[in-house]
């Protein structure tokens, strides 16, 4: 289909190790977004793109996080150094935003990650 | 920033009954409000969405209403299905940005 494609879906880690996890949006949606979502959380805020540039990236958690969009369409969100408590779903969603549009985001299905 | 609260986390309704999601928010700037349904293993998905310059908005079974002064919105339900059962999340947008709540996790029993 043409929705959100995240992958991996399932990267289980070990503490310290490094990960990517890589979102390919709607083909034409100029806005990009990375959510952290808990067991029994709603989506938790990370990074929003507008295009190659991060416009807010204020909910990146600290400096071990930290995400591109180097070509305005593929985003990766990296992370250093993993910890246990860097373990969640990792939601990506994109939205075509201009004039008359909605806003909607549509998501992927998420990219679980398991430190241990 | 937004601070978004769901209440309940939890609602368990017989089939055929209406199920209702309340949310507040404090950002008098919000402008949009979305409500997400996200069934196991996926992603949230759209079902309904308001701007804060209307009231109500119905679609089919689903509506929303939203008291901006008071700021706050609820999503309604009727004539629920076990198909409906899920967990919802309710978002107000101030501008590029989505804050959510905490989610209402629905059970629709046959």
């Known amino acids: 289909g043409a929705g959100v494609s995240q992958t991996p879906s399932n990267k289980v880690t070990e503490k310290g190790k490094y990960v990517e996890l890589r979102c390919d949006p709607i083909s034409g949606h100029t806005a990009l977004y990375w959510y952290r979502q808990s067991l029994g959380q709603g989506p938790e805020f990370l990074i929003y793109?507008?295009?190659?540039?991060?416009?807010?990236d204020s909910g990146l958690p600290n400096d071990r996080f930290f995400a591109v969009r180097p070509e305005g369409s593929v985003s990766t969100l990296k992370i250093q150094r993993t910890e246990r408590g860097d373990s969640a779903v990792y939601l990506c969603?994109?939205?075509?935003?201009?004039?008359?549009?909605?806003?909607?985001?549509?998501f992927g299905e998420g990219s679980r990650l398991t430190v241990l | 920033g937004e601070n978004v609260e769901q209440h309940p986390s939890t609602l368990s309704v017989q089939e055929g009954d209406s199920a209702v999601i309340k949310c507040t928010y404090s950002d008098s700037a919000s402008n949009y409000f979305p409500w997400y349904k996200q069934e196991l293993g996926k992603g949230p998905q759209l079902i309904i969405d308001?701007?804060?310059?209307?009231g109500e908005k119905k679609d089919q079974r689903i509506a929303v209403t939203l008291n901006k002064t008071a700021k706050h919105f609820s999503l309604h339900i009727t004539e629920t299905q076990p198909e409906d059962s899920a967990v919802y999340f309710c978002a107000a947008s101030p501008g590029n940005q989505f804050y959510f709540g905490t989610g209402t996790s629905l059970t629709v029993i046959p």
């Open positions: 969603a994109s939205s075509l935003r201009g004039r008359g549009n909605t806003g909607e985001l549509f």
């Open positions: 793109f507008q295009g190659t540039g991060a416009a807010d």
């Open positions: 308001i701007r804060s310059n209307v």
